[in-house]
């Protein structure tokens, strides 16, 4: 990924995929409208910084919003988005696993200029509950384990204490990719195929 400075993401791209530093790059979908939403984050004071491949802005070291690039959008993403107020629906769940994260979706640069001082407001909003030292609730329960990594759980003790030590986080990204599977011999085998990422301390994906 390109974590290098936010020119960078702007002229090369993210570096998220093999389109890097090429013209197919989506951050070059989107390069006006991108460069307003950077206006807009830095003119609240907010720290610039790359992060994930993408611009985040952040306060005292803790993270406020991104920016990011996709095929039909660019966005502001608001990591306490769900705690923000949002009369007129302007926001959206960043996906469907998404607990807190909130995003506003812009489609070009015109459209970024007509709701900047909407996005504004939610900036300061969001900065505002940083400050306070706001902690969002999550709206959704855990997810259950799966019974095929349960009965692995209960046969491999070393596996069920590297996976009671990942963070959240971590443990959320592999229930999320055992569950996804509608069979029971295909998730055993995600949970096969996801015991050394749990015994490194990975999440799923992680390298």
């Known amino acids: 990924m390109n974590n290098s400075n936010v020119d960078s993401y ?8 093999e389109h890097f530093q090429t013209p197919s790059c989506k951050v070059h979908l989107w390069t006006k409208a991108l460069e307003a939403l950077r ?6 004071g907010l720290d ?8 985040c802005y952040t306060l005292g070291g803790k993270n406020v919003v991104m920016i ?26 960043a996906g469907p696993n998404s ?6 979706k812009f489609r070009s640069l015109e459209d970024v200029l007509a709701r900047r ?17 706001v902690k969002v609730a999550k709206s959704a329960e855990a997810e259950p384990v799966p019974m095929e990594l349960e009965r692995r759980l209960e046969v491999d003790p070393d596996l069920r204490r590297a996976f009671e030590a990942l963070t959240p986080g971590r443990r959320r990204s592999h229930l999320i990719h055992i569950t996804g599977a509608k069979q029971s011999e295909t998730r055993a085998r995600r949970v096969d195929k996801c ?13």
Do not use: H, Y
Not at 68 to 93: H, M, N, R, Y
Not at 117 to 133: D, N, S, T, V
């Open 117 to 133: 001082a909407i996005a504004l407001r939610f900036i300061e909003q969001a900065i505002a509950l940083e400050r306070a030292g």
């Open 10 to 17: 702007l002229r090369d791209g993210c570096g998220r995929c």
């Open 195 to 207: 015991a050394e990422d749990i015994l490194a301390g990975r999440g799923f994906n992680e390298r």
């Open 39 to 44: 206006e807009i984050a830095l003119s609240t």
């Open 99 to 104: 607990r807190v994260a909130r995003w506003m």
């Open 68 to 93: 990011g690039a996709f095929k039909e959008s660019c966005v502001l993403s608001f990591f306490k988005g769900g705690a923000l107020v949002d009369p007129d629906g302007a926001l959206e769940s």
């Open 48 to 55: 610039e910084e790359m992060k994930w491949g993408s611009p």
